[in-house]
């Protein structure tokens, strides 16, 4: 076997590969998290997500997927189950015919404030922790590199492992 040299990186693209291998168990402790703090009210955190998205007006699935990042038909999964459960509610969308607009019922709001106030007390408590300015400029950086990634690959057919979770 020839003797290849391994490829080097420059000091920014070593910076950047030890961000991303952070990410990738950060991202599985956040979404345990966001799981055990949805399970408070018997949802899944991508049933906790989509409430959260209509918890002002309603939404289009289309509509809740752009804002979520997730695939237009893991979204219907979840607005049907949701529906199912009586946490949400298809109504007629006026500005367009066969796009209903999924609307959270009384009992989806009741079920949302358990995990908005479960998750307060846990972001509360780790944001004392970790410090506000730390976490303003660790939220910059992620938003910077988030816009840089996006820009440089293209978008994945299936995107946010939320959908996946129901």
Same mark, same amino acid.
């Given at each position: 076997?020839?003797? +290849?040299?391994?490829?080097?990186?420059?000091?920014? @693209?070593?910076?950047?590969?030890?961000l991303?291998?952070?990410?990738?168990p950060?991202?599985r $402790?956040?979404?345990?998290? @966001? !799981?055990? *703090?949805a399970?408070?009210?018997?949802l899944?955190?991508? $049933?906790?997500?989509?409430?959260?998205?209509?918890?002002?007006?309603? /939404?289009t699935?289309? !509509?809740?997927?752009r804002? *979520?990042?997730?695939?237009?038909?893991?979204? *219907?999964?979840?607005?049907? *189950?949701?529906?199912?459960?009586?946490?949400?509610?298809?109504?007629?969308?006026?500005?367009?015919?066969r796009a209903?607009?999924?609307?959270?019922?009384?009992?989806?709001?009741?079920?949302?404030?358990?995990?908005?106030?479960?998750?307060?007390?846990? #972001?509360?408590?780790?944001?004392?922790?970790? @410090?506000?300015?730390?976490? $303003?400029?660790?939220? +910059?950086?992620?938003? #910077?590199?988030?816009?840089?990634?996006?820009?440089?690959?293209? !978008?994945?057919?299936?995107? @946010?492992?939320? /959908?996946?979770?129901?």
């Amino acid at each position: 076997m020839p003797d +290849e040299e391994s490829p080097t990186w420059t000091p920014a @693209g070593a910076a950047f590969t030890e961000l991303l291998m952070r990410t990738f168990p950060l991202e599985r $402790r956040l979404s345990a998290a @966001g !799981e055990a *703090l949805a399970q408070q009210a018997d949802l899944s955190l991508a $049933r906790w997500l989509v409430l959260e998205a209509i918890q002002q007006e309603p /939404a289009t699935v289309a !509509e809740i997927g752009r804002r *979520l990042r997730l695939a237009r038909q893991g979204v *219907l999964r979840l607005a049907d *189950l949701l529906v199912a459960d009586g946490h949400a509610s298809y109504e007629e969308n006026p500005r367009h015919q066969r796009a209903k607009l999924l609307a959270i019922t009384d009992a989806g709001r009741s079920a949302l404030l358990v995990v908005q106030r479960a998750q307060r007390t846990w #972001a509360n408590r780790l944001g004392e922790q970790l @410090g506000s300015a730390r976490l $303003r400029a660790a939220a +910059e950086v992620l938003d #910077a590199t988030l816009s840089a990634v996006t820009a440089d690959m293209p !978008e994945p057919p299936e995107t @946010g492992q939320a /959908a996946a979770r129901v």
